[in-house]
């Protein structure tokens, strides 16, 4: 791996973490959310400063080079992300949902009730 590659990835990972960090101090952005984020950091960091484990993985794996193997790893975490608020997503709507017909039925009984 380059060194720019290593100094961009370093200075990537950096600041993803004190990204994350600011938005759960200030934007109270939710500790759940925000531990994919962090270990991420934490992997590209690792990844960063000790190129040989992306090499050895990448060997290992059958990637042809070891940015193949970390960009393939970029492209599982949005995966990974994609699902996992997806799934969020059809929470939302089916609570959403309950919340529409409890206050449809609490608005037609107190319909019923002036009557």
Sequence with gaps: MSLRLQFVFIC????????VIH??????LNISQSIVWILWAILLL????FP???????????????SNFIFSLFIFFLYIITFSQASELSKVQ?????????LSIKEYLDEQEKK
């Design 23 to 28: 938005k759960i101090r200030k934007q109270g």
């Design 12 to 19: 990537a990972s950096i600041l993803t973490f004190i990204f």
């Design 46 to 49: 690792i990844l960063s400063v």
């Design 52 to 66: 040989g484990l992306a090499l050895w993985a990448s060997n290992k794996l059958g990637f042809m080079s070891a």
């Design 94 to 102: 089916d609570k959403n949902k309950e919340l529409i017909q409890k």
